[in-house]
């Protein structure tokens, strides 16, 4: 296993955080003025601008020495929306189709902050461009003062800033209709046929889907790293031979490479493919199947229920939060499974040959192939706990297609014996 191929899976790791990040990036809080009064509760946005389509997060600071408790108005949408209108604010108030225990009563502890979601009314209330602030009504506790007589306090409103919403960037539409999109649809179509709209057979059925389209590129692949492995015993003749000559390294390798037909560049293919539908099913899981999301459901599917889907698997699994535990170890145990089945025919072949320099213990491959078998599992345990559990459970189900793909490679050839 060459020290690129680490290096490729672990760019692919750094570039899906930095595009996760990029998407979810928060601005900074406010700070608060010196000497300027401090409400009882703050309402501040996520962000001062977010794109159409984009979910909108409000967070709420309790500033006093009391819990509060703003009661759910699910299934309206929580708090107040107010929009601007030619001249003047007015209030947007919209209904979702979902169950209102995804809507629990906002609890705030003192001094605490909470974040509010709006991705169940998102679309409906914030799919205009222009400006928008969010409103609560609420009423402080009641001082009490020397005599003993409580002091009776009125309800009083709390607004937030104004933040906007602004047309989506070119990326960020490329994004929903070449990617984001046609996942969503896939896999409203899956959980249209799955029992009892079972999220998690969801992911299995498109998780299938994806490898049967990836089959013949991603066989390729591993017959290409087979002959990579196979030829490492002419490289290494290549480079001893012409040591200290970088040009004429190259080009022998690249004749070794064009007289077996080995593309080095193939093995990267089924990465490089699943590595957008990742971020896209990472997005689609987060961001919920719910109704609000009808405006990206195409015309035949449009009459598919998604107030109904079932996102507990199995009873163990809640696939749109993250596992921090279980399913990373599963995840990982099966990648190392996977990568050590892509290193067994190469040890077969190695046990027969004679050891050369690259082939020792301890030599500069030996040590690359250990790093990629017993660090890369390890990475993907750590992914895989740090996004929702739908992403794990798709890592997982693709990865041990690919176990299935690579016993079948492994098989001795006729001619073998």
């Not at 896209?280 to 609000?292: R, S, T």
């Not at 798709?394 to 490679?409: D, E, K, M, N």
């Amino acid at each position: 296993m060459k020290k690129k191929n680490i290096l490729i899976w672990v760019l692919f790791f750094l570039i899906f955080f930095s595009i996760a990040q990029l998407f979810t990036k928060k601005s900074a809080p406010e700070t608060p003025v010196p000497g300027a009064k401090v409400e009882s509760l703050t309402i501040t946005p996520s962000k001062k601008e977010f794109a159409t389509g984009e979910e909108v997060i409000m967070a709420i600071k309790n500033n006093t020495t009391d819990q509060i408790t703003i009661k759910s108005s699910c299934p309206k949408n929580p708090l107040r929306v107010l929009a601007w209108a030619t001249d003047k604010f007015e209030e947007r108030s919209v209904e979702s189709k979902i169950n209102c225990e995804l809507s629990p009563d906002i609890v705030i502890k003192p001094d605490s902050e909470t974040k509010v979601s709006y991705k169940y009314w998102n679309t409906a209330l914030f799919g205009q461009i222009g400006r928008y602030k969010v409103e609560a009504t609420f009423t402080p506790a009641a001082p009490i003062d020397s005599t003993k007589t409580v002091t009776q306090k009125t309800s009083e409103i709390y607004s937030s800033p104004e933040f906007t919403i602004a047309e989506a960037g070119f990326w960020r539409k490329t994004f929903r209709a070449a990617l984001y999109q046609p996942i969503y649809n896939v896999l409203v179509l899956m959980i249209s046929i799955a029992p009892g709209s079972d999220l998690g057979f969801a992911i299995i059925l498109l998780t299938i889907l994806i490898r049967l389209v990836l089959l013949i590129p991603s066989q390729h692949a591993i017959v290409s790293q087979r002959k990579m492995q196979e030829l490492q015993p002419k490289l290494a003749e290549v480079r001893k031979k012409y040591a200290g000559n970088q040009e004429r390294i190259a080009q022998e390798t690249m004749a070794l490479w064009k007289n077996h037909k080995v593309n080095p560049f193939s093995s990267c293919l089924p990465i490089l493919v699943q590595f957008p539908v990742l971020i896209a099913l990472f997005y689609v899981i987060q961001n919920g199947l719910n109704p609000d999301n009808i405006n990206l459901v195409y015309g035949p599917l449009k009459n598919v229920d998604l107030t109904n889907v079932h996102t507990n698997f199995l009873g163990v699994l809640e696939l749109t939060r993250m596992n921090t535990f279980v399913l990373p170890l599963i995840v990982g145990a099966l990648q190392f499974a996977q990568l050590k089945l892509a290193t067994a025919i190469k040890k077969k072949k190695d046990e027969k040959e004679p050891k050369t320099d690259e082939k020792k213990p301890g030599s500069e491959m030996d040590t690359a192939n250990k790093m990629m078998t017993y660090v890369m599992p390890v990475m993907i345990a750590v992914f895989t706990a740090s996004v929702p559990a739908g992403v794990g459970l798709y890592w997982g189900i693709s990865t041990l297609f690919a176990i299935g793909q690579q016993v079948v490679a492994n098989r001795p050839k006729r001619s073998e014996g």
